[in-house]
DNA sequence: TACTTTTACATCGCAAACGATTTAATCGTA
DNA sequence: TACGATTAAATCGTTTGCGATGTAAAAGTA
């Protein structure tokens, strides 16, 4: 490859990285939507659904966002009635996020989103071993530069 | 895997999906820096100096953006004097994008780039044949949903 | 105890993304 | 030619993402 090759927009791996990550994204909004929630506020609750009660700073670390980005996201979520943020008696500068019934309730409706996202993605002629050595391409990237 | 464990964040794809996402992006950006620009507006870049003269159209199946994200996105460039916009004059409607001669000359700056993130991604054990399955598996997707 | 430093979170501002709507030019077709 | 449909791009409003900065509480230290 030379200089000029090596800055195609398809000898890149970012770009098809950003392609393919928002594109994922948009098969799940309709999805979300019936539950008027949106992509990064479904993450929030997916970390919530596995363990209640968590710092603003947990869940930082736990979802690679930061807090200009969480808190506004939270408050959003607060005013959908579905989380609820309460300073820490022990620690008056933690805020712990802890899931409302309706916040709980909402996992129900959620358990179908696995399924049908693989139904979208199925079309394509990706075989399971395919997926899973993806899935840990991913995830030592992550730990590499994360 | 039951009901439970499906909605775990770790059994998503598309989260690690789009944390790497951003977490390269993040790699980009003080290389970007320098050069004055974002991340979007280098994609965008390297569209144009691997082909000037492409309609906002063009650029919009190219990378996967809508007008709306693009337009706003194109003037700022255009502002920085990277790229010229003109109007069609055979068809009103359309928007030609094309590299001024600083926008030409940015190649250059750009050209060391690519070596740098490998640089970066490189302290990880990934071979090349992880990474090639890995793109390759990105252009399929992409190919899936796109 | 008085002080500096660190920590946890929030605020501000800008630049994406994107759904919904609008505008103006061109095309199809009767 | 008239006029409804299509197309290319732009506009608007909301939500992210994130760098830079601010704030108040807690921890460290002289």
């Given at each position: 490859?030379?200089?000029?090759e ?18 994922t994204i ?19 609750l997916?970390?919530l ?7 603003v700073?947990?869940l930082?670390?736990?979802l690679?966002?930061?807090y ?11 005013e ?37 996202i693989?139904?979208?993605?199925d079309?394509?002629d ?9 899935q ?5 990237i992550?730990?590499?530069i994360?």
């Amino acid at each position: 490859m030379n200089d000029d090759e090596r800055l195609y927009l398809d000898n890149q791996i970012c770009f098809p990285l950003y392609v393919v990550s928002r594109l994922t994204i948009r098969v799940y909004t309709p999805l979300l939507e019936e539950l008027g929630i949106t992509y990064p506020q479904y993450l929030v609750l997916l970390a919530l659904w596995q363990k209640d009660e968590q710092l603003v700073g947990e869940l930082s670390k736990v979802l690679y966002l930061d807090y200009n980005t969480l808190t506004p996201l939270l408050k959003r979520l607060e005013e959908k009635q579905f989380i609820n943020r309460s300073r820490s008696k022990s620690d008056e500068r933690s805020v712990y996020i802890s899931l409302t019934d309706t916040g709980k309730a909402l996992k129900n409706q959620a358990a179908c989103i696995p399924d049908k996202i693989i139904e979208s993605l199925d079309k394509g002629d990706m075989n399971m071993d395919e997926i899973v050595a993806f899935q840990q391409t991913l995830l030592k990237i992550m730990k590499t530069i994360g």
